[in-house]
Every structure is written in C-alpha cells, then in structure tokens.
C-alpha cells in the first residue's frame, strides 16, 4: 500500500494553503432525535373516565378495530420510517489532516513563498521547486523505527549509525552533520570556503578555477531550469563548445545533478549565493522528475547512476537550506533507490534489484550518507546489505576492488575505499591503510573519475599523502582547464572523465574536476584532528 510522506510539523512551513484546501476539520455531529408523534386537527388527548367506555377519536378507534395482523403491519411500518429518518441524517466524525494536490501543484513557482518564510532572491523565477509540502508522493514504506535493533549488525561508526526522520533545528542543523569541528565529513565547512582552502592546500588560484567553471556551468543552462551533456542545445552556446555528450542527451537528471552539485560544493544554494536562481532551476528541475516518478528521478535517458546523483543533489540542498519544500520529494527519491537494491548481494547497477557494480554502488551509497547527514530516513538493513556488496568485490583485504567481483582496479578501487571510510572503517584499518598507500602510489591521473573518488581518499587521510597528492592534482586541473572563448572555465582536452566521460562530454569532465577543486571544504575530513578545527571555529 502506498505509503503517504507528509512533512515534519516542527518544519518550517513553505507558504499559505492553496485555494480551496479546507483544513480537515468536520462539525461535530448532530444528536440523533426520536421524531414526535403526528398530531391531528382539533384534538385533545382523551382520559379513560373509569367506565371502560371507548371516549377517544374515531380515528384512534378506528386502530383499534383493525385485525391483529394489520395493527402489527402499520406499527412496522413506522418504526422503518422513524429508523430511516434518522439513518438519513448525515454524521460527520472528525478527520486527520491529509492535505494533498495535484499534478497542477507541481508546477507552482517556488517564489510563491511568503517574504518573511524564505530569503529574498535577486532575480525573477520560472519553472522551480513545486510546492511540495502539500503534494502526496506514493513510496514504499520504510519501516525504520522496527528495525532498530539491526543498527548494530549494520557495522556501523560513522554517522549513518544515527537513522531517524526528525529534522535538526535550524540553529544546530550545520555544527550537527559536520560544520568546522563537526564530525563525519559534514557539509559545514562549505560556509568557510577560502580560509579551508588555503589552509587544506590550495589558495586563491584554485578558487579562481572553481569560480571559473561555476560561471561556465551557469553560462549552459538549459531554459527549463536543468541541463543537459549536449551542451551544444543550450540557446547560449549552439553549438560553441565542443565534446558536447551526445551519447547522454536524453539523461536530463544525471546533467542537472551533476551541474549543481559544483554550486552546492561551493556553498551556493537557492537561498544563498550569486547563483540562486540557476541552483534554483536546476532543484525545481530535479524535483518535478522526483514527483512524476514517484520518487524516480530520471526517466527513460537515464537510470540508478542518475538516481543517485538526484539523491546527492537534493540532500545536500535539503541539509543545507532547509527548505521542507524539498523534505517530501527527497526521502521520494531516497526510498527509491533503497527500494532498488539487489535483495540478494546487496548492489546496484542500471535496473532496479539488477546485481550490482561498485560504480553504481558509489553513488548509491553517497546518496544514503547525504540523505542521513540531512535527517531523512535511511534503512539500516539497505546500509548492511551495501556493505555486503563491497565484500563481495573487494581483493587483498579490502585494499582493493573489481567492478562486478574481486579484482584490483584503480577506479573502482578508489570507489569502494571512500564507501568503506564513510560505512565505518577507522583510518588504521590494514585494507583502508594498504588501498590509500597504493593509490598515492599511481598519484592522480587523466581520468577525472578516478581522481574524483581517490583525491577524498588522500583528503581523509590527511598528512604527507594528502600533500604530495594535492601539489600534483591541482597543478595539472589549474593547468588543462579552458581559457579561451565560450569554453573559457570548462575542462575536457587533455583529461579523460573516464567511467562514460566520452559519452557525457565536456558538462560532466568540468562538473568532477570543479568538485575535486573544491575538496578542501566539499566534506571536512572524517578523521580530522579536533585540534586542527578549533582554529576555525572561533
């Protein structure tokens, strides 16, 4: 049976009730009464004066001489007649509150927002976030409460341990997923940006190139608020850049999720920041896709890789803003991709309940751990099963991992590294110390997929890895990003996205490497040193 998601009531509320909406309330219902007797003309009630003589009306008289038969029919006949009256009257029973729209809701503009309940945007709206706190979304339910005492089995110690539906206030929402001093590699660090980063290792150039490719990202969106890897259909450009992804033209979800999440890694959202009304467009984008779908976010161009990326894009909007417009369509999308993975070996591929590989695992889990980070709800049971998958296809005691089973490959490797740090593995475990020496080994490389996952890796690990990491990687991103023309803040010539980059083009080689630029406060390092964040707290 669908299960109806309704917003938190301790959330704030995103606007006024449409037109026509009641609030639930019944009048209480109407004391049934027992109808009075029929009267007739000019009579008076009659007493027995003691002679047994029959004084009364004709008409009473008239009853009484009646056969026994007849006095039994006409005396049913009336109770089915009083019964009926009463059984007419209309109760009415106090009902819960369910308040529900229409697809026609969706296409609401979020703008409609009261001015004192949201921030004040510089620029006009169009196609955005439908107003979806009174939107019903059918999902499978996800009976996280009875599954409590399964946490434990799920081998859990980093922040997917804490599963629950209830949203932090606004004032602790940050410090709690992992602002400066915060734990678990939380999103907090976003609102200090520059000072992490020239403290993390880089500084303002690499902001600049950051700044750069958010500009470019902006400069090709599409007028319906998303994106797409074609980037030659964008008005704006047509046809100016080259490498458009024409082999992923039709994954509009995977395009748009990809193109925020640079803005959301920045600390620019739809409330704050010069990019609100793009980050604005591309979330209403996402979330009109989570609505359609009833918690599926991409539709026939895309697949659970697009899924996991929409997860990814609204948590993080959601955890950051806490907008409860997007609390309903977000646990959607969440519940989906929990309610997709493989029964058996606890995966993910393109199909839901496909068996897995560990790519699609990755975003899979990425999304979960954002989802949580967010206080939406997160099966313990889906987080055990994922780290079943990983076992599955890790080699050298999880040094390593294969895509589809064990084997020792350098994406995929890196992949499962970062999922086995976020599930729970203490920086000295053997397999996580001997997978990360081995990839600052190879050191990063041409292919963007790889270091996307392997350049978290060394950033978790802190120290003369992490160092000697960072010098290269950002040396050759600064180097190989575009400089001339409309192509000017973009990457694509001389790296290789890898993982499907030739299908998706230039929007997804620049999306990945803005975001390895933005490592130094995308996620604080889960094992930082508490010493180390105290400087920044003040």
Not at 143 to 154: F, G, H, M, W
Not at 223 to 230: A, I, K, T
Not at 286 to 315: E, P, T
Not at 411 to 429: E, I
């Amino acid at each position: 049976m669908a299960n109806k998601i309704e917003s938190d009531p301790g959330r704030r509320e995103a606007g006024p009730l449409p037109s026509g909406f009641s609030t639930g309330r019944a009048l209480p219902p109407k004391p049934a009464s027992k109808p009075p007797p029929p009267k007739t003309a000019n009579a008076e009630p009659e007493e027995d004066d003691g002679h047994g003589q029959d004084d009364r009306p004709p008409s009473v008289g008239m009853v009484s001489a009646m056969p026994a038969w007849a006095i039994s029919m006409l005396f049913h006949i009336i109770a089915l007649l009083a019964m009926a009256l009463v059984a007419g009257e209309a109760v009415q029973t106090e009902i819960p509150t369910v308040i529900t729209s229409g697809p026609s809701d969706v296409e609401e503009e979020f703008s409609e927002i009261e001015e004192e309940e949201a921030p004040e945007t510089s620029q006009d709206t169009s196609d955005a976030v439908a107003d979806v706190v009174v939107t019903e979304v059918a999902v499978t339910p996800v009976e996280v409460t009875s599954l409590a005492d399964d946490v434990d089995a799920a081998a859990l110690s980093v922040e997917l341990n804490d599963f629950g539906s209830e949203t932090a206030p606004a004032s602790d929402m940050m410090s709690t997923i992992g602002a400066i001093g915060g734990t678990g590699g939380g999103l907090g660090g976003r609102a200090n940006a520059g000072r992490l980063a020239a403290a993390g290792g880089g500084g303002a150039d690499t902001e600049q190139a950051v700044d750069r490719a958010l500009k470019w990202i902006a400069n090709h969106q599409m007028p319906d608020g998303g994106w797409s890897f074609d980037v030659a259909k964008c008005p704006s450009c047509n046809g100016q850049c080259t490498h458009s992804g024409v082999g992923k033209a039709d994954d509009r979800c995977a395009a748009t999720a990809m193109a925020l999440l640079p803005f959301l890694g920045r600390g620019y959202t739809h409330t704050e920041g010069p990019y609100k009304k793009q980050v604005e467009g591309g979330i209403g984008f996402l979330v009109k896709m989570a609505v359609a779908g009833k918690g599926q976010a991409y539709d026939g161009g895309g697949s659970l890789y697009s899924q996991g990326l929409a997860g990814i894009a609204l948590s993080e909007c959601y955890a950051m803003t806490q907008d409860s417009r997007l609390a309903v369509p977000t646990q959607a999308v969440l519940n989906f991709i929990m309610n997709a993975q493989d029964p058996h070996g606890g995966g993910w591929r393109y199909s839901p309940r496909q068996p897995g590989d560990t790519s699609a695992v990755g975003w899979q889990i990425m999304a979960l751990k954002s989802g949580n980070m967010a206080y939406l709800q997160v099966n313990p049971l889906t987080v055990k099963k994922a780290v079943e998958f990983l076992d599955s296809v890790q080699s050298d005691s999880g040094a390593t991992y294969g895509y589809t089973g064990p084997d020792n490959r350098p994406g995929t490797s890196a992949v499962g590294l970062l999922c086995r740090m976020y599930l729970g593995w203490k920086k000295d475990h053997p397999g996580l110390q001997d997978g990360a020496a081995r990839l600052a080994k190879m050191g990063p490389n041409d292919d963007l997929y790889y270091d996307y996952y392997a350049t978290q890796i060394m950033h978790h690990m802190e120290g003369d890895m992490w160092i000697a990491w960072n010098d290269k990687m950002k040396g050759m991103l600064l180097k190989l990003q575009a400089d001339k023309d409309h192509e000017t803040g973009s990457w694509y010539k001389g790296v290789d996205g890898g993982h499907g980059a030739h299908a998706a083009g230039r929007l997804y080689c620049t999306s990945l490497a803005a975001m390895i630029l933005e490592v130094y406060y995308r996620h604080l390092p889960i094992y930082k040193n508490q010493s180390v964040a105290e400087e920044f707290r003040e």
